[in-house]
């Protein structure tokens, strides 16, 4: 499975932006959950959000609660994160991941990754 994530960019505070993850080489099954997880500079990677097989289960990091909104689009083999009221601590590496069973939110319980698409917020 390849992921490729698009759509980051700079963007003012306040600002929104989509970001899309497609897969090649394998169709995102009905046993997949998805997940987004980013990395600023000088941090560790963190959990941002995830999404069940079915759709049906979302998990938010609480900083990003009632900003961003993870879907996903199985007919397009595409998942997304809507990131709206975007802030400066939002800046980061955004990267896509797809786990071959349940929703989860710890990296090391992921699959498959895609490389990052660079998210940079001004104030």
């Known amino acids: 499975v390849q992921l490729q994530a698009s759509g980051g960019g700079l963007v003012q505070a306040g600002g929104s932006l989509r970001l899309s993850c497609a897969a090649s080489g394998r169709t995102f099954s009905s046993s997949d959950s998805m997940g987004w997880f980013r990395q600023a500079p000088g941090k560790k990677s963190e959990f941002v959000a995830a999404?069940?097989?079915?759709?049906?289960?979302?998990y938010y990091e609480d900083s990003v609660k009632g900003r961003f909104t993870i879907s996903r689009d199985n007919a397009k083999n595409t998942m997304y994160l809507q990131m709206n009221s975007l802030k400066s601590e939002d800046t980061a590496v955004y990267s896509c991941?797809?786990?071959?069973?349940?929703?989860?939110?710890?990296?090391?319980?992921?699959?498959?990754w895609g490389q990052g698409t660079e998210v940079t917020v001004s104030s």
């Open positions: 991941a797809v786990r071959r069973g349940s929703i989860r939110y710890t990296r090391n319980e992921y699959d498959y």
């Open positions: 999404i069940s097989e079915s759709g049906g289960t979302t």
